[in-house]
């Protein structure tokens, strides 16, 4: 029997009310695999160290502190990392997580130069400010060892590239004025990089909306 189909017997009343008990078939509640919790579990963990790093610091962030938070033992967290640098580069990792998809679209011609301009943005905001993308703009990858912090400044990179060729395109086009596609990637993430500093759920916009208010600006300074 698969584990879809699996059944336990219960013991029931006889409708005729003659007391005697019957047995009936029925399906069993299905548990979560084990892999499953096992993800689930290392998810949580991920999470919670992530908002710690932000909140406290890498450097005041133990392992201790984040088995405390989750509530289980610390010898129980090693079933589920290796180290604290090796928390801090998964969280950093996460905060990308389906950035490459973007990047792509950005490379779409028939869409507005300036309408790929502000979606990239308004994308890269909201990213920057979930609990991963905060752990990136806060802690960043100073912490990690050369070759996972190379991992993680590459990818960096890569969005500022993209912001780069976007202007460069808009120039060409002369759709943009010239100008240094160099500083305006640096003014924009400069702008964008200090939002998860101030922002407040309470403060009445949505990061998205930040974003797009930013652009506005910047592409109202280089429109041709």
């Known amino acids: ?11 029931t009343k006889d409708l005729n009310g003659s007391g005697l008990l019957a047995k009936t078939r029925q399906p069993r509640k299905r548990r979560p695999s ?10 949580l963990i991920l999470t919670t160290a992530a908002e710690l790093f932000a909140t406290l610091g890498y450097e005041a ?6 088995a405390e938070h989750v509530g289980i033992h610390k010898a129980t967290l090693y079933h589920y ?3 604290k640098e090796s928390i801090l580069y998964e969280c950093l990792q996460l905060s990308f997580k389906d950035l490459d998809l973007i990047i792509e679209e950005m490379k779409d011609t028939n869409i507005c ?3 790929r301009l502000r979606k990239f943005s308004r994308l890269l905001a909201v990213a920057q400010n979930s609990v991963f993308g905060r752990c990136l703009v806060l802690v960043g990858a100073r912490p990690l060892d050369i070759g996972s912090g190379n991992k993680i ?3 960096q990179r890569r969005l500022d590239l993209t912001v780069r060729a976007l202007i460069e395109e808009g120039m060409a086009d002369c759709k943009i004025k010239p100008c240094s596609p160099g500083m305006f990637s640096a003014m924009r993430f400069g702008a964008l990089n200090w939002v998860p500093r101030w922002y407040k759920d309470d ?8 974003a797009d208010l930013f652009m506005d600006t910047f592409i109202d300074g280089i429109k041709a």
């Open 113 to 115: 130069v300036f309408d």
């Open 1 to 11: 029997m698969s584990e879809l189909e699996t059944e336990q017997i219960v013991m």
């Open 81 to 83: 990392i290796s180290n």
């Open 153 to 155: 400044k590459a990818f």
């Open 34 to 43: 084990t892999d499953a919790r096992h993800e689930d579990k290392r998810l």
């Open 203 to 210: 403060n009445g916009m949505q990061v998205s909306e930040i």
């Open 61 to 66: 962030t133990s392992l201790d502190l984040i």
